[in-house]
């Protein structure tokens, strides 16, 4: 168990409709980075948040977005879905420090039909 | 920039075969070097990792070591076993940022 939690693990919705993904950090860990595993295809990183302000944009696009809240939590909320943003959507946390590793939540599964 | 290299796969290898699996970076500074593994269905999970050079990470027996003037951190097993099968991620951390190669997928037959 990495400590991260992220619900659901599954989700299936129609095209055009709009989801949230939520993610628990593991306790202490102030950044919190969210990923996009799309079928046969590496890690895609879309955003990160450190303490509650973003601090990163990778590949994501602008029908997507994210938050953290004071608690730390952080929801990533995809809108006008298509079949092709089904994918693993992985939360990850760390501390701050160069030498310290990533922890991943188990992802939510986002199938769109 | 920063990026992390690794070998493409995917890697069919017979249960006891030895495993290499390269991976490069580019980088300045002296960044950490982290493996991965993401078994069917489920997240990462860390390997292991290498915070300086000549560090040598090693967990479950896989092994990398950190090598400054080769800028490398090849992931080496001595003798896989099937439950071995998995994607393996070279990744490096610079700042708050953290770095994936593409993934190697790993299929080892009994």
């Known amino acids: 168990d990495s400590g991260v939690t992220q619900t659901p693990k599954h989700l299936i919705t129609a095209t055009g409709q709009r989801v949230t993904l939520r993610c628990s950090p593991r306790?202490?860990?102030?950044?919190v980075y969210w990923y996009q595993q799309s079928l046969d295809q590496g890690l895609q990183f879309l955003i990160q948040y450190y303490n509650g302000e973003e601090r990163a944009k990778g590949n994501i696009l602008e029908r997507f977005s994210a938050q953290q809240f004071p608690d730390l939590h952080s929801e990533l909320n995809l809108s006008s879905l298509e079949l092709g943003d089904s994918a693993l959507y992985f939360c990850?946390?760390?501390?701050?420090?160069?030498?310290?590793?990533?922890?991943f939540g188990q992802g939510t599964r986002l199938t769109v039909v | 920039g920063d990026s992390v290299t690794q070998m493409e796969g995917p890697v069919t290898l017979s249960e006891e075969a030895f495993l290499t699996i390269n991976c490069t970076y580019t980088a300045t500074g002296y960044p950490s070097l982290f493996w991965y593994v993401q078994y069917p269905g489920e997240g990462l999970q860390l390997l292991l990792k290498a915070t300086k050079a000549d560090d040598k990470g090693s967990n479950k027996g896989f092994e990398a070591t950190y090598r400054k003037e080769t800028t490398s951190f090849h992931l080496e097993k001595g003798s896989v076993q099937v439950s071995d099968s998995a994607v393996y991620f070279c990744?490096?951390?610079?700042?708050?940022?953290?770095?994936f190669g593409t993934g190697t997928s790993l299929t080892v037959i009994p």
């Open positions: 306790s202490g860990d102030l950044s």
């Open positions: 990744a490096r951390r610079r700042g708050n940022q953290f770095y």
């Open positions: 990850a946390s760390s501390v701050v420090g160069d030498n310290t590793e990533a922890f």
